[in-house]
């Protein structure tokens, strides 16, 4: 016959040993005993309720502190009439006066007892833990140095400076309590033998599974034990309180070399809502400290991250009605652009506003992928171009050459990649050759039905400099405490006649250090005109090679970057060969 499967919380450890004793004597059971009073041992129940237990043994207070948090039955380990009367007539010893005090378990059989022999006690019951201090300071008061108590009795007392005397469960009490839990788990076998064959099958799939209650407490789980899924429990507890009020949200991140997507959905049962948590992982393609593939959840983010100051920067002029229009649909949408015109700003902005934002945003950064690896991203099952559902942002096409273009539109057409996601592309036009440009527009435009987004160069959009500067400007207040309120006139006049061939990234990266310098209300015209002397200014104006010594080493490294870009005219692939470093690390060094 299979064993019944009990955990028993005792309050106090000698009921634990109690329990165990008796528990080796048993050959019908399998016992797990834990120690802990009231909500220490209410805890210890919700931590462990969902590790396959049939049953709960506890204790008087503890006892129902636990079955009104879990739902699993509860058996309280019952006080007896021999227990009362054993402590009754060991308190007769005592000459001062004494009082019986405890929850309703132990007070319940008092009474009768004391009804029956017709003992003159006062009996206190406790409706709650708080509630155990002022009954027996007010029993302490009228002239009672004695409690006949349970466990937390047994702690009021002692903070008062009161003796007490614990009304402990015998054996017989203990064997009672074990009887009754084997006779309900056998009165409803059959439930669960289904359970244990569902628990079974369950664990036994790829998938893994958490069910939560209404409150958020662990009732289900299909994982076991291990450093792996410590952190994959630590993953979904960041999700668990959005997974709760939200149904129908999907999650992936990646933990060292596994992605893991989380699904949850909502069951009503009996009126109350419960949270289940799909589980499913698969080998990463690359590892989780590398740049070419990134993962964005909605969910990772606070509506304040997206306005940023680059976001603010496209809520000024046409693009912020694009966006929103582009938004609202699944249709595919190409990114046209200069370096630094805000291409991955937009297409976060896309995702984010888009009804699909449940799902992830993969960005594929065409930049850092090596042939191996694109071959790899376009062959494998693993790949995000496997995905359903999802957000995927096709990044750097100019990157890429007319093979492996031609090789991602195959691919394209013969997975109906666009059916199954929402895709998202840009284009850096510096970094294309014409002829791919053309062969890309052509592609996009007109056999997938891309809408299109070109973003203006900063100097094409001249106008909406002091826009833009007044919100970077407030967000570097905001950062770094400072409270200046704009430029001087002379000052905003240099901005105006500066090529920003940077564009949006460049203009930040110049009110950054304004702003750092600045220590009057107003950004001067000297100080603008000693930082844009040291910025390369190319379209009509030759480069300044005049490197600033009075800014940090990242700063100088981006200046001399820039150079090397503007002399290569934007190709990334050449500034790297020429400076020595990879494309990754460039590209880095741009972001930073």
Not at 12 to 22: H, K, Q, V, W
């Amino acid at each position: 016959m299979q064993k019944t499967k009990i955990l028993a919380v005792a309050p106090y450890e000698g009921l634990a040993d109690a329990i165990s004793t008796i528990a080796q004597t048993r050959d019908d059971i399998k016992m797990t005993v834990q120690i802990g009073d009231l909500n220490t041992g209410k805890q210890i129940a919700m931590e462990l309720a969902h590790n396959n237990y049939d049953v709960i043994i506890s204790r008087g207070g503890t006892a129902e502190l636990i079955r009104s948090t879990v739902e699993l039955p509860v058996i309280d380990i019952p006080i007896s009439v021999y227990d009362v009367l054993r402590t009754i007539k060991l308190a007769e010893n005592y000459s001062g006066k004494f009082v019986i005090a405890g929850f309703s378990s132990i007070t319940n059989c008092s009474r009768i007892l004391c009804d029956l022999l017709q003992y003159d006690i006062d009996i206190f019951t406790f409706t709650s833990e708080t509630d155990t201090l002022p009954t027996l300071r007010k029993a302490y008061e009228n002239g009672c140095t004695l409690a006949l108590c349970d466990m937390a009795g047994s702690k009021a007392a002692q903070a008062l400076g009161m003796n007490s005397l614990f009304i402990s469960s015998g054996t017989e009490s203990i064997n009672a309590a074990i009887d009754e839990a084997v006779k309900l788990v056998r009165s409803s076998q059959h439930v669960h033998k289904q359970k244990d064959l569902f628990q079974a099958l369950l664990s036994d799939e790829e998938r893994e599974f958490m069910i939560y209650d209404p409150a958020g407490n662990l009732w289900f789980s299909s994982l076991t034990d291990n450093d792996r899924n410590i952190a994959l429990m630590n993953l979904i507890n960041t999700y668990l309180k959005a997974f709760l009020k939200v149904p129908d949200q999907t999650v992936t991140r990646q933990i060292r070399d596994k992605i893991y997507v989380l699904t949850n959905r909502h069951l009503i049962y009996e009126n109350q809502k419960y949270t289940a948590i799909t589980i499913r992982q698969q080998m990463a393609l690359f590892s989780d400290d590398s740049s070419e593939i990134t993962i964005y959840n909605r969910l990772d983010h606070t509506s304040q991250e997206y306005s940023n100051e680059y976001s603010s920067s496209h809520h000024v002029g046409n693009t912020a009605t694009l966006i929103q229009e582009y938004s609202k649909n699944n249709f595919p949408v190409l990114i046209i652009g200069e370096t630094g015109t805000g291409k991955d700003k937009i297409a976060r902005q896309l995702y984010e506003n888009n009804p699909n934002n449940t799902a992830p945003l993969y960005i594929i950064n065409c930049e850092l992928i090596g042939e191996r690896k694109w071959n790899t991203l376009l062959n494998s099952i693993e790949s995000p171009f496997a995905a359903t559902n999802a957000t995927l942002y096709i990044k750097s096409l100019s990157s890429l050459s007319k093979a492996q273009l031609d090789n991602l539109f195959s691919y394209i057409d013969n997975s109906r990649l666009s059916k199954r996601n929402r895709l998202i592309f840009s284009i850096t036009l510096e970094n294309f050759s014409k002829g791919q440009e053309d062969l890309c527009r052509s592609y996009l435009e007109n056999r997938l039905s891309c809408l299109t987004l070109r973003l203006p160069p900063l100097r094409e959009r001249i106008n909406d400099l002091s826009s833009i500067t007044a919100l970077y400007i407030h967000r570097m207040n905001i950062t770094i405490g400072k409270q200046i309120i704009g430029f001087e006139a002379e000052a905003m006049d240099l901005m105006h006649s500066f090529p920003w061939p940077g564009n949006l990234d460049q203009l930040h990266h110049v009110i950054k250090e304004l702003v750092v310098i600045t220590q009057t209300p107003y950004i001067t015209y000297t100080d603008t005109k000693a930082i844009l002397d040291a910025e390369p200014a190319i379209s009509g104006n030759a480069p300044q090679t005049t490197l600033n010594l009075s800014t940090t080493l990242d700063e100088m490294n981006y200046q001399i970057i820039q150079w090397v870009l503007a002399e290569e005219h934007g190709n990334k692939e050449k500034t790297a060969k020429r400076l020595g470093i990879s494309r990754s690390t460039l590209w880095r060094m741009l972001k930073k």
